[in-house]
C-alpha cells in the first residue's frame, strides 16, 4: 500500500492540458442521444460502441478509460461510470472559459482546479488507496510543502525519494507527480531543485497548517471539490480570494460591459454568495456583503431578483422568460446616493424585466403605482407602433407579476422613480 514516505500513489495519466482537452472531446460526444446511458468504463473486448466512443478523441478504449477516470480524480468530470460525463462546478467553469477563448482565464481555472484535487488528495490503506477525503489518510501535498528547505525548494533527488521510495517503481510516479505540480503552477523547476513558485499564499499557508475535520464525510469532500466556494469548505476564504483576483487581472467586469460574455469567473462568486447570505443581510448592511466587490454585489443581487420572479419578465401582458432573456431592473437606481432605506442591494428594489421592457422602464416610458399597477407615459406617442409599445399600453393599470415569496418592492423605491425617471 502507498506510504507518505514513498511509493506515492497515481493514476497513471497525466494532468496536461492536452490530456483535458481530449476528455473536453469525450464529453462532448457523451451527449449525442446514441451515447447516453452508455458505460464507458466497462468491458472492451468485443464492444465496437466502446471503441467507437474512444475513437471521437482518437485513442484507444483503455486509454480513454484512464484519461476520464484521471479527469474525475483531477476534479473536472463527476464521478460516474455512464454517459454522458459531467463537469465539476469547476470543469464547467474553466470549458465555459475556453469555449470563449478567454484562454488566459481558463488556464488559471485549469491550475486552480489541479491545485484544489492535489491539497485535498490522500493516501490510505483501501485497496484504492487513496481518497478525496483528506481525514482518510496522509496528504501528500501538506507533506511535500512541510519538507520544503529555508528557500521553499527540494532536490529532486530528495522528492524522487519522497514519491518512489528506494526502490524502482514500475512506471516511475515521480514524472507523474512533478508534472502534477508543475501543471498546477505550485511549483517549478530550476538547478536540480523544485521550488515553490509562492502562488496562491493563503491558499498554501492553510494547507501547511490544515487538520481535516472528521465531521465532513467523503460525500461532503466530493461537494467541496466539486465547488470549493461552498459554506462547508475549509479553503473558502482563500479560494475566493483567487477567483477575484483572477476576475481582477483579467478585466472581467470591463468585458462584461463591452458585452463579451466572460461571466463566468464572476458567477461561480455570486452564485454561492446568492446561496450563502440569508436574504436578511441583503436587507442591512451586513458586513459580508457590503465588502463584496461591486460587480460580486451587483450579479448576486441580479441572480436573486430574477429568481424571485422565476425568470419572467414582470410587465403582466410580457411573454418573455428564461435565464437568458430577462435581467434584474433596479427601480430606484443604484447609483443614486443613499437616501432613507439602503436601495443599492435591496431586495425590493428589483424587478424581472425583458431587455426592452428593461430599457423603457429606465427612460421612463412606464413606471408603477404604490399599488404596484403599471402606468404608461403619454410620451408613448413619441414612440413608432411596435410590439413593445402595445406590451407596455394593454399592461396598464394591471398589477405587476408576483413574486415565488408574494413581496412587492417597497414603495419607497416606486415613488423615487415615479418622480425622477418616469415621463409624465
Known amino acids: 500500500m502507498a506510504s507518505i514516505n514513498g511509493d506515492w500513489f497515481h493514476s497513471r495519466s497525466s494532468s496536461n492540458l492536452d490530456e483535458l482537452l481530449t476528455v473536453r472531446t469525450l464529453v462532448l460526444k457523451s451527449q449525442k442521444l446514441e451515447y ?28 480513454m478509460q484512464t484519461k476520464i477516470r484521471a479527469m474525475i480524480r483531477y476534479g473536472f468530470i463527476k464521478d460516474g461510470n455512464t454517459c454522458p460525463l459531467i463537469w465539476t462546478r469547476m470543469g464547467s467553469l474553466w470549458n465555459d472559459l475556453y469555449t470563449i477563448r478567454n484562454l488566459s482565464a481558463a488556464k488559471q481555472i485549469y491550475e486552480l482546479t489541479l491545485s484544489i484535487s492535489l491539497a485535498i488528495y490522500a493516501f490510505n490503506d483501501t485497496h484504492a488507496q487513496f481518497s478525496t477525503n483528506p481525514a482518510n489518510g496522509d496528504m501528500p501535498l501538506k507533506f ?43 511549483f517549478q523547476v530550476t538547478n536540480g531543485n523544485l521550488f515553490y513558485t509562492g502562488k496562491y499564499t493563503a491558499f498554501v499557508n492553510e494547507i501547511k497548517n490544515f ?56 458567477d461561480i462568486i455570486s452564485e454561492q454568495e446568492e446561496v450563502a447570505i440569508p436574504e436578511v443581510d441583503i436587507l ?103 410590439n413593445l409599445k402595445t406590451v407596455i399600453l394593454s399592461s396598464a393599470n394591471i398589477t405587476i407579476k408576483s413574486r415565488v415569496d408574494n413581496r412587492l418592492p417597497l414603495p419607497e423605491f416606486i415613488q423615487y422613480h415615479r418622480a425622477n425617471k418616469f415621463r409624465k
Open 284 to 386: 442591512s448592511n451586513d458586513l459580508r456583503y457590503a465588502n463584496s466587490t461591486r460587480r460580486v454585489r451587483d450579479a448576486t443581487w441580479s441572480i436573486r431578483i430574477k429568481k424571485k420572479y422565476r425568470y419572467i419578465c414582470a410587465v403582466p401582458n410580457c411573454d418573455v422568460i428564461g435565464h437568458i432573456f430577462v435581467e434584474a431592473a433596479h427601480i430606484k437606481p443604484d447609483n443614486v446616493a443613499d437616501e432613507g432605506t439602503p436601495h443599492r442591494a435591496h431586495i425590493l428594489n428589483g424587478l424581472c424585466l425583458c431587455r426592452h421592457c428593461h430599457i423603457a422602464f429606465d427612460k421612463g416610458y412606464f413606471s408603477m403605482t404604490d399599488d404596484h399597477r403599471i402606468i404608461t407615459s403619454s410620451k408613448f406617442s413619441d414612440i413608432a407602433d411596435q
Open 144 to 186: 511535500l510543502f512541510n519538507n520544503l528547505d529555508n528557500n521553499n525548494t527540494i532536490s529532486l533527488q530528495a522528492f524522487e525519494v519522497l514519491v518512489d521510495g528506494h526502490t524502482a517503481r514500475v512506471g516511475n510516479n515521480t514524472s507523474y507527480w512533478k508534472g502534477d505540480l508543475l501543471n498546477s503552477g505550485l
Open 211 to 266: 487538520v481535516p475535520s472528521p465531521l465532513l464525510t467523503d460525500a461532503d469532500w466530493e461537494t467541496i471539490r466539486e465547488n470549493p466556494l461552498i459554506e462547508i469548505s475549509p479553503f473558502k476564504n482563500s479560494i475566493r480570494e483567487i477567483f477575484e483576483s483572477i476576475t481582477q487581472e483579467q478585466n472581467i467586469e470591463e468585458q462584461i460591459t463591452d458585452g463579451i460574455f466572460t461571466a463566468p469567473l464572476v
Open 36 to 63: 447516453i446511458g452508455f458505460g464507458w468504463s466497462g468491458g472492451r473486448h468485443g464492444n465496437q460502441k466502446m471503441y467507437q466512443f474512444a475513437a471521437a478523441g482518437g485513442i484507444q478504449p483503455s486509454t
